[in-house]
């Protein structure tokens, strides 16, 4: 990559806040201004852009850096104070080559033990609610609640435990997966290639083999892993 494209793009960090609710866990999900440049109306996690005070701050450290700025976003976009050190990595995403705004987004996941009140900026947010993870699915499915693949996934892969303990333990012990997609169209949709998917290096979502992908059709978002190498790590999952 290109010293001009990487400066065009930005670090960031997003913090998936979750806790344990009656039916299993729970995750904060908050709706963006409809009038927003980038990402109207989708619902997601509290992250922003990583300031360049951040990364001086944490001695050019951007993974700190990152928890951060998520942190700091948490308390500007929901009012609940985070503490960097209770974040742990999941994943680092870069927006595919082609968009119009690129991030290279730290994405990590935090346990609250309390049930602090929300208190969103109604500015950048407009609406917030605690969901439990099959709740969120079932919005979603129902054309409720859009997300992009980011948070998609990442409720994926937290989906596979029945606690917060859970998910931290396996966080603690995990290599956060880097992830770098493909976006190409497909019928009536996109879909975003993701490692292992056999059309991920020539861009042809109909290649012959192996699928790791999320395909968006009518702001639906569907998870398709089929035939996956057990040596390419899966975005579905914390491993």
Partial sequence: MS????LAIKPAGTVALIRQGDSGIEALMLRRNRALAFAAG????????VDAEDIAGCQNDLTEAAKVAACREAMEECGLA???SHLFQISHWTT???ESRRFSTWLFVAALRDHSEVQIDHGEIHDACWLSISDVFLRHQAG????LPPTYMTLKAISEFDSVDGVVAALKASTPIVVEPHGVPIEGGFAAMYPGDAGYDSLNPDAVGARHRTEIVGGIINTVVDGLS???PRLDKIR
């Fill in 144 to 147: 409720e609640l859009p997300m």
């Fill in 82 to 84: 985070v503490d960097p």
């Fill in 42 to 49: 989708a619902w997601v996690f509290p992250g922003g852009s």
């Fill in 230 to 232: 057990d040596r390419e």
């Fill in 3 to 6: 010293d001009a494209k990487n």
């Fill in 96 to 98: 595919p080559e082609g």
